[in-house]
Nanobody, 120 residues
Framework: VQLQASGGGLVQAGGSLRLSCAASGRTLSDYAMAWFRQAPGKEREFVAVTRWRGDIWYSDSVKGRFTISRDNAKNTVYLQMNSLKPEDTGVYYC???????????????WGQGTLVTVSS
């Protein structure tokens, strides 16, 4: 599976961005898809995940502001980010796996990351 993340950019606090993660090489419908992020000087952290059955989970820090969705026909996963805060700044990565790994290091496939910068 090859993953291509896009949609990052510079936005003011309170603004919105939508990230996309396009997959090739495999159909996404059988995979769990997740978004992680890494802020400067910090470890990569979980943001959101959607499983092939439709189950969705969010980190507490983004719950109510971010929405993960998937379009299996387009083989693409999205992350709609609203009410952005400066602490949301970081490189956002999409990941895919047939299972639902409990740790980020166990996810099998990763996109290259897209930078999100939220100014105050």
């Amino acid at each position: 599976v090859q993953l291509q993340a896009s949609g990052g950019g510079l936005v003011q606090a309170g603004g919105s961005l939508r990230l996309s993660c396009a997959a090739s090489g495999r159909t996404l419908s059988d995979y769990a898809m997740a978004w992680f992020r890494q802020a400067p000087g910090k470890e990569r952290e979980f943001v959101a995940v959607t499983r092939w059955r439709g189950d969705i989970w969010y980190s507490d820090s983004v719950k109510g502001r971010f929405t993960i969705s998937r379009d299996n026909a387009k083989n693409t996963v999205y992350l709609q980010m609203n009410s952005l805060k400066p602490e949301d700044t970081g490189v956002y990565y999409c990941a895919a796996d047939r299972d639902l790994p409990s740790r980020s290091g166990l996810w099998g496939y990763w996109g290259q990351g897209t930078l999100v910068t939220v100014s105050s």
